[in-house]
């Protein structure tokens, strides 16, 4: 299995974007999908995550700002992130619990790393 994030980059405090990841690959079924994020000199941590039934869960820091989703058809999630704060810098992670084929294994990826700097 490979994941593919994009759309990082630089913005402006207020500003915009919106992260993707696709998953490709030996894939039967996701379960829980989501997004962390490391800050230079800090832990990663959760931003948020988006189970099979459609559930989510944010971090407090980014709840009324950032949005999950997922496209099943495509493997993919996305985040949208909105009025974007300089502590929002950090390399953002996209991650997929799949069960994969042939044997149904339950499997964590995680991709490289996206970075989203916001600065004026």
């Known amino acids: 299995v490979q994941l593919q994030a994009c759309g990082g980059g630089l913005v402006q405090p207020g500003g915009s974007l919106r992260l993707s990841c696709a998953a490709s690959?030996?894939?039967?079924?996701?379960?829980?999908i989501g997004w962390y994020r490391q800050a230079p000199g800090k832990q990663r941590e959760l931003v948020a995550t988006?189970?099979?039934?459609?559930?989510?869960n944010y971090a407090d820091s980014v709840k009324g700002r950032f949005t999950i989703s997922r496209d099943n058809a495509k493997n993919t999630e996305y985040l949208q992130m909105n009025s974007l704060k300089p502590e929002d810098t950090a390399v953002y992670f996209c991650?997929?619990?799949?069960?994969?084929?042939?044997?149904?294994?339950?499997?964590?990826?995680w991709g490289k790393g996206t970075l989203v700097t916001v600065s004026s």
């Open positions: 690959g030996s894939i039967f079924s996701i379960n829980t």
């Open positions: 988006i189970i099979s039934d459609g559930s989510t």
């Open positions: 991650y997929f619990n799949i069960v994969t084929t042939p044997y149904y294994n339950v499997v964590d990826y």
